[in-house]
Nanobody
Framework: QVQLVESGGGSVQAGGSMSLSCAASDRSLSGATMAWFRQAPGKEREFVAAGFRTYGRSYYSDSVKDRFTLSKDNGKSTILLRLNDLKPDDTAVYYC???????????????????WGQGTQVSVFS
């Protein structure tokens, strides 16, 4: 069973930055669409960013575009999320997700992903 292993996260003051990393445990997810979602207490899981398949463009939610940057190392099935200008509303558990079969129109839908990491906490204090 392929696993997604996340690293990074922690606590940071508002306006600060941090990076999250997600790596697949083996190469079977090579070419997959990989994404980040987040879930705050009492809220539904929401889309943050995704890179479509091997060489597709990256997509962002309106709440993080211009502040977060996604990068992919396709050879290692790894994605990095750089979080800049963090705000208290960014506080959540961040989850890595992957799918080899989703279509572009579903890229923002959590239901379209069939591999998930365990989540990593990001806390932003003012």
């Amino acid at each position: 069973q392929v696993q997604l292993v996340e690293s990074g996260g922690g606590s940071v003051q508002a306006g600060g930055s941090m990076s999250l990393s997600c790596a697949a445990s083996d190469r079977s997810l090579s070419g997959a669409t990989m994404a980040w979602f987040r879930q705050a207490p009492g809220k539904e899981r929401e889309f943050v960013a995704a890179g479509f398949r091997t060489y597709g463009r990256s997509y962002y939610s309106d709440s993080v575009k211009d502040r977060f940057t996604l990068s992919k190392d396709n050879g290692k099935s790894t994605i990095l999320l750089r979080l800049n200008d963090l705000k208290p509303d960014d506080t959540a558990v961040y989850y890595c997700a992957a799918s080899k079969t989703l279509i572009l129109s579903a890229i923002r839908s959590a239901d379209a992903y069939n591999y998930w990491g365990q989540g990593t906490q990001v806390s932003v204090f003012s």
